[in-house]
């Protein structure tokens, strides 16, 4: 079992849907949490990162965070087909500059 | 914004051949991390440094190492090249005097033949 777990998709969306991206992961003591997008032959780039519990808003996104279900969540609202790409979910054990481990990613292809 | 920098952005070594791989971190982050991201696959953590000494070790094979200067660029040398090794090779730098966020640079893509 990977220590981060991903749905890895495709998960489909019309243009201006919301898309909701889910990770659970295994470490209870993991501290910090983050969204990555990466797209195909190109370099992780970070969305949002979360170190406690409930909700982080950042413009179109929402970083959702409950630690004692191990459940990290992403939602994308009114998505764009430039949001088409692998969202990768990465955890760290501690509160920082310690390794990220990450999720297989989920695949999200909107569709205009 | 400055941000991480990695040369070279491509690469093709032949098998049992030996390579270096470079990493400018983003000015004023000291920590660098090396991560492997094979095809299809998530990135894996190879190995870390804060202030020029190794702070953490992942599945870094042993024909690998690495080091960070006083400059704080970092060089990750790979000899014995073989087949497996071709994949897309991520450098990432964060503050200790700020968030610890990892920022990633463009990735290095080695192919071995």
């Known amino acids: 079992q990977k220590e981060v777990e991903q749905n890895s998709g495709p998960l489909s969306v019309p243009e201006g849907a919301i898309a909701s991206l889910n990770c659970t992961y295994s470490d209870r003591g993991s501290q910090s949490f983050f969204w990555y997008r990466q797209y195909s032959g190109k370099s992780p780039e970070l969305i949002m990162s979360?170190?406690?519990?409930g909700d982080k808003e950042d413009g179109r996104f929402t970083a959702q965070l409950n630690k004692a279900s191990q459940y990290v969540s992403l939602l994308i609202r009114d998505s764009q087909p430039s949001d088409s790409a692998t969202y990768l979910c990465a955890v760290c054990a501690g509160t920082g500059f310690q390794k990220l481990v990450f999720g297989t990613g989920t695949r999200l292809l909107v569709s205009p | 914004a400055a941000g991480v920098i990695q040369s070279p952005r491509h690469l093709i070594k032949e098998k049992r051949e030996t390579a270096t791989l470079k990493c400018y971190p983003i000015p004023r982050h000291d920590t660098v991390y090396w991560y492997q991201q094979g095809p299809g696959q998530d990135p894996q953590f190879l190995i870390s440094?804060?202030?020029?000494?190794?702070?953490d070790k992942g599945s870094i094979p042993d024909r690998f190492s690495a080091q960070q200067f006083s400059d704080y660029h970092s060089e990750l040398n790979m000899s014995s090249l073989e087949l497996g090794d071709s994949a897309l090779y991520f450098c990432?730098?964060?503050?200790?005097?700020?968030?610890?966020?990892?920022?990633f640079g463009p990735g290095t893509r080695l192919l071995v033949l």
């Open positions: 990432a730098s964060s503050s200790t005097t700020g968030a610890a966020t990892q920022y």
């Open positions: 979360i170190y406690s519990n």
């Open positions: 440094f804060y202030e020029k000494m190794q702070s």
